[in-house]
């Protein structure tokens, strides 16, 4: 088992940067694929971003190509979610997920066993 703890979301304008950190801990703490969701209130969960153990291996929704970067830090078992440009259609909770087959880029929510309780960003006008 693994647990998932966000941190870094917050309240900024339009065109700010905020960067959301994502710790992995538990017993068995080992290589995990990490991706970055979101859900807006009356929306579904969408797909942001995923990247693979080794940090080769990335994946962006549209929505975010070139606004947000993913980076991981092995060492400190932590995936970091860079967001930059941001927009107010980018406020939304914030969710980290993590998938044993770590060299994997996962794009979907069913695929992440382990999720982590979520930190809000809200982008005001």
């Known amino acids: 088992q693994v647990q998932l703890a966000e941190s870094g979301g917050g309240l900024v304008q339009a065109g700010g940067s905020l960067r959301l950190s994502c710790a992995a801990s538990g017993r068995t703490v080992r290589r995990y694929a990490m991706g970055w969701f979101r859900q807006a209130p009356g929306k579904e969960r969408e797909f942001v971003t995923a990247?693979?153990?080794?940090?080769?291996?990335?994946n962006y929704a549209d929505s975010v190509k070139g606004r947000f970067t993913i980076s991981i830090d092995n060492a400190k078992n932590t995936v970091y979610l860079q967001m930059n440009s941001l927009k107010p259609e980018d406020t939304a909770v914030y969710y980290c997920?993590?998938?044993?087959?770590?060299?994997?880029?996962?794009?979907?929510?069913?695929?992440?066993?382990?999720w982590g309780q979520g930190t809000q960003v809200t982008v005001s006008s």
């Open positions: 990247i693979n153990w080794s940090g080769d291996s990335t």
């Open positions: 997920a993590a998938n044993p087959d770590w060299g994997s880029i996962l794009t979907l929510g069913y695929q992440y066993p382990y």
